[in-house]
């Protein structure tokens, strides 16, 4: 079946602009995750997802960072006023259930995202 | 808190050679244990997971791993390396937090694999 995509594959953006990342997770995936990889830092976790709420925001950087889930689907990872630190991978995980450690992430391709 | 110490970035071997990447945790909780492979430009993909169910792991593309709690260590072995292996590895632990499972991962080793 299906995995998880994300979308654009790779972005390249201006310093101060707004950026939209969107993750559809897998099929009947209840729980969805958004980590950052970037060199130096390696994998931080950032957001996580029950349906379409978010218990746990507390990897987001910073203020401008922003996140959304509707439908229990789709969603988008949303930065503001895009900084050069903020180039990284930005990589979507959906799990089933979310609940319990033994539940398996499985992870979309990831977004590039470079700031120039 | 948990934590993931992944030893040596970088790992060459030679193909046909035993493949060891090593991995070690700490935990406040029995711990679940995750082994990823990422390869370029791609996102991770899981080889393996232990659940408490057996301390030998078996996995894919023939990767097992032995969870050993007295030594809190889940390293990651093949008996004999392919040129295909080569790729980024990531050991992750995961524990319930408030509810729900969050996975910790460590700083990934790089495998490298020559003729």
């Known amino acids: 079946g299906a995995g998880v995509s994300q979308s654009p594959s790779n972005k390249v953006t201006e310093k101060g602009k707004d950026v939209e990342l969107r993750c559809d997770p897998i099929s009947g995936h209840t729980a969805l995750y958004w980590y950052r990889q970037s060199l130096g830092q390696g994998l931080e976790f950032l957001i996580y997802?029950?349906?379409?709420?978010?218990?746990?925001k507390s990897g987001l950087p910073s203020d401008r960072f922003s996140a959304e889930r509707t439908g229990g689907s789709v969603s988008t990872l949303t930065i503001q006023r895009t900084q050069q630190e903020d180039s990284a991978v930005y990589l979507c995980?959906?799990?089933?259930?979310?609940?319990?450690?033994?539940?398996?992430?499985?992870f979309g391709p990831g977004t590039r995202l470079t700031v120039l | 808190a948990q934590s993931v110490t992944q030893l040596g970035s970088h790992v060459s071997v030679s193909e046909g050679a035993l493949v060891l990447l090593r991995c070690n945790y700490s935990?406040?909780?029995?711990?679940?244990l995750f082994w990823y492979v990422q390869y370029p430009n791609q996102g991770l993909q899981l080889l393996l997971k232990?659940?408490?169910?057996?301390?030998l792991v078996k996995g894919i593309n023939g990767f097992e791993a032995e969870f050993k709690k007295s030594e809190t260590s889940f390293h990651l072995t093949k008996p004999s390396a392919h040129m295909s292996d080569a790729a980024e590895y990531f050991c992750a632990v995961s524990e319930v937090n408030s509810g729900y499972s969050t996975l910790t991962f460590g700083k990934g080793t790089m495998l490298l694999v020559s003729p």
């Open positions: 935990s406040s909780v029995p711990p679940y």
């Open positions: 997802f029950q349906g379409n709420s978010a218990p746990d």
């Open positions: 232990y659940t408490s169910a057996a301390t």
């Open positions: 995980a959906s799990s089933l259930i979310g609940s319990g450690s033994g539940d398996t992430q499985y």
